[in-house]
């Protein structure tokens, strides 16, 4: 009820409760997730439509509950990725609004003189969680052993078919080539759109954007379709990107 209510704060409240209810399932799997995956049916297509309301907002108030929705499914995909958010036409719904929120020109109350007040920022933050949202996507998921799930982080991939392995529990494999087909060159297109404009210091980006999007671009090189992709891309990406980045400024001094 809170999720469909006319104001502000309601919707809040009703964001946050959710995200509360994320977290507590943030580490479970297999048949404990049952209940879960049924909250996520029916509360999740009014998130999506809550996220896709506030994007062309530019008020703090929106960035902060923007924000808690791209936080909200960063928990409820972390360990699995329920079965709802697995149909096709959801993941697009779900990409849009991450790729849209990536691409938002930022609003001028997101960009503070104070760096640090700007990394900090609630847009920026939703900004940050959109970029990890896509990229946990396509990073994870296999199955791990249960007994080592906490030390194998980078073991479990549903976006990317070529780090899939036969392994007892969710097979990913629809999920894995569907993304990889049609998602992944459209993440890598948007991100190099952005690093484009960082270059030629129209935008500014945080340093958690950055971070991502250099995640991305390693994953990238791994799966010869989307090397295909990133290849022409890489002598420009290196000189422009990675050196400067890799650089010590004087703020790391």
């Keep these: 009820q809170l999720l469909s209510a006319n104001d502000a704060g309601s919707v809040f409240a009703g964001v946050q ?22 909250v996520v049916s029916v509360t999740f297509p009014l998130l999506l439509n809550i996220g896709n309301r506030l994007v ?4 703090i108030d929106a960035g902060e509950i ?67 949202n896509l990229n946990r996507l396509f990073v994870r998921y296999e199955r791990v052993n249960p007994f080592t ?11 990317n078919p070529t780090t899939l392995t036969k392994s007892p529990g969710e097979d990913y494999s629809d999920v ?8 992944a060159p459209e993440i890598l297109k948007v991100y190099l759109q952005q690093i484009e404009k960082w270059v030629a ?11 991502y999007t250099l995640n991305y671009l390693d994953e990238c090189v791994k799966p ?14 290196v000189s422009h990107l990675l050196f400067p980045v890799l650089c ?5 001094i």
């Excluded at 062309?56 to 008020?59: D, L």
């Excluded at 010869?224 to 992709?229: I, V």
């Design 56 to 59: 062309p907002e530019t008020s």
């Design 224 to 237: 010869k379709s989307m090397w295909t992709h990133l290849k022409p891309h890489m002598e420009t990406l």
């Design 176 to 183: 894995a080539k569907s993304f990889i087909t049609n998602f």
């Design 201 to 211: 210091k129209s935008i500014w980006l945080s340093k958690g954007c950055l971070s």
């Design 66 to 132: 923007l924000r808690t929705v791209m936080k909200a499914y960063k928990h409820a995909i972390y360990f699995e990725l329920p079965g709802p958010l697995r149909e096709h036409q959801v993941m697009v719904g779900w990409c849009t609004l991450f790729l849209t929120l990536v691409a938002k020109d930022p609003p001028p109350s997101s960009l503070p003189d104070d760096l640090d007040e700007r990394e900090s920022n609630h847009w920026w933050k939703a900004k940050k969680w959109a970029y990890a």
């Design 149 to 159: 799930e906490f030390y194998a982080d980078t073991s479990r991939r549903y976006g």
């Design 17 to 38: 409760c959710l995200l509360a209810m994320c977290r507590v399932y943030r580490f479970k799997a297999g048949d404990v997730r049952g209940d879960f995956d049924k």
């Design 248 to 252: 010590q400024s004087d703020e790391d």
